[in-house]
């Protein structure tokens, strides 16, 4: 394997997880290679977005609720809280939990976005961070097996 391959399958499984066995497998890497790499690679962008996550979501909380005291000091009524992807996320993580969204969202969406809704809605869950990184290697594992039959 050469350096640069390595680095730029742990980069896809850091941005785009759902296509990095494909680009793996384009350097010619074997099953096993590929699922190395890109859970590897999700696990990278796991614990790095996860924990500044939690951080930058807890300052724009603080931020949010100073602006909320200054409107109802000034009298104007306050902003609508709950949007339809509000309560869509609140429905899923009712019914499904943090393993149940964090399973459903990693192939869908980028490893950062869905480390970053873990954070939001289950930083104080001890269960997040390990489920986010079984979901990872779950995935990979399985994300691997179907861009092998395919390539």
């Known amino acids: 394997m050469k350096p640069w391959h390595v680095v730029t399958v742990l980069m896809a499984g850091i941005v785009k997880f759902m296509f990095s066995p494909a680009v793996s497998y384009g350097f010619k890497h074997s099953y096993w290679q590929t699922v190395l790499l890109t859970t590897v690679g999700g696990w990278i962008g796991v614990l790095i977005v996860f924990p500044l996550g939690s951080r930058v979501l807890a300052w724009f909380s603080?931020?949010?609720?100073?602006?909320?005291?200054?409107?109802?000091?000034?009298?104007?009524?306050?902003?609508?809280?709950?949007?339809?992807t509000n309560r869509l996320i609140v429905r899923?993580?009712?019914?499904?939990?943090?393993?149940?969204?964090v399973f459903l969202l990693t192939p869908l969406l980028s490893v950062p976005l869905t480390a970053l809704v873990a954070a939001k809605y289950f930083r104080n869950d001890k269960r997040a961070l390990p489920t986010l990184l079984l979901a990872v290697l779950a995935w990979s594992l399985v994300l691997s097996a179907a861009w092998k039959f395919i390539h």
């Open 92 to 101: 899923l993580k009712r019914a499904y939990g943090p393993q149940g969204v």
């Open 62 to 84: 603080k931020r949010r609720l100073r602006k909320r005291a200054l409107a109802a000091e000034r009298g104007q009524p306050p902003k609508r809280i709950f949007t339809r």
